[in-house]
């Protein structure tokens, strides 16, 4: 997935894009709402696509599903501190001594 553009610009960008949305690769869908929710005005919309990616367990969307979520406020606010602080965000560097990153 690394190797495609966020937009797919060539038609066997968009046909290969379309068949892992219709066969909900979360890593695509994650792609997908990223690009739709920062640039068009369905936020609500994008949102329940995203914390459908999260639902898979792509660890990006959880990360930045529950950001925005932080970033709306009140309530939606406190569930998106509790998940982030309930995240390992730092990974190990150091295995028997060798440093590894």
Known sequence: MEKFDLTPWHK???VFQERC???KNPEISYRKVMV???SRRK???NLRCLEK???KGHDEAIYTYNIILIC???ELRKQGLQIVSSLNLVSECRTDGVETC
């Open 72 to 74: 709306f406020g009140g």
């Open 12 to 14: 066997s960008e968009r």
């Open 53 to 55: 990616a999260t639902e």
């Open 43 to 45: 936020p609500e919309s």
């Open 36 to 38: 739709d929710f920062f």
């Open 21 to 23: 949305i219709a066969a």
